[in-house]
């Protein structure tokens, strides 16, 4: 790792947290999961398989400073990296619309139509 002295140590005890909070969200997502439909529980998968690239790219940052500047406070980093993520974006889009697909059929079933 790169920087000061001091900069290494505070950043070597950030780092542990910011692993942590990894596996916490991928365990949130684990969890939800098993409770889900076979296409949105691939959906979950996905996503988790995106948040541990995220992890490998945030882990392997060899500059104490993004460490400290980065992730000093814990936030919704985690979150947002997820949610600026591309296939992410798709897959959250793909969910509404079948959400949409099934509330409209269920509207129509409900009004006495066919589905």
Not at 5 to 14: M, R, T
Request: aromatic share 6%; net charge positive.
């Amino acid at each position: 790792m790169t920087g000061t002295p001091s900069q290494i140590e505070w950043a070597e005890q950030i780092r542990p947290r910011v692993d942590a909070e990894f596996t916490r969200i991928a365990n949130a997502f684990q969890a939800a999961a098993w409770n889900q439909t076979d296409r949105d529980r691939t959906d979950t998968l996905a996503i988790i398989a995106i948040l541990e690239e995220k992890r490998v790219e945030v882990m392997e940052k060899g500059q104490a400073g993004y460490f400290i500047r980065d992730w000093q406070e814990l936030k919704d980093q985690v979150r947002q990296m997820i949610a600026h993520d591309s296939r992410y974006q798709t897959i959250r889009t793909n969910r509404e619309a079948r959400s949409q697909k099934r509330v409209a059929a269920s509207s129509r079933k409900a009004a006495g139509g066919t589905e």
